[in-house]
């Protein structure tokens, strides 16, 4: 009510829009929910991590780490399970 009360209308706007865009993310979920294994997802969440530590590092200003080239990484073990899915 707050926010509605000091920005108005547009924060209307930014509802609907954040409800489509966020249940899209949901459905799309659903849809891949039969493809994604425990293995995968396990890979998929120890690149995160590591993804998520160079950010910290790049942020507290330890070591400067390009993270967004290392967004790529996700894509790796989603294709390696693939190959390995078809070659089985």
Do not use: H
């Amino acid at each position: 009510m707050v926010l509605a009360s000091t920005y108005g209308i547009g924060i209307a706007f930014a509802a609907v829009v954040l409800f489509v865009w966020q249940g899209a993310i949901y459905m799309g979920a659903g849809l891949l929910s039969p493809f994604l294994s425990d293995g995968l997802l396990t890979e998929i969440s120890i690149i995160g991590g590591i993804l998520i530590a160079t950010s910290g590092l790049s942020i507290l200003k330890i070591k400067d780490c390009k993270t967004l080239n290392m967004l790529p990484s996700l894509l790796v073990p989603a294709v390696w399970f693939v190959i390995v899915e078809v070659f089985r």
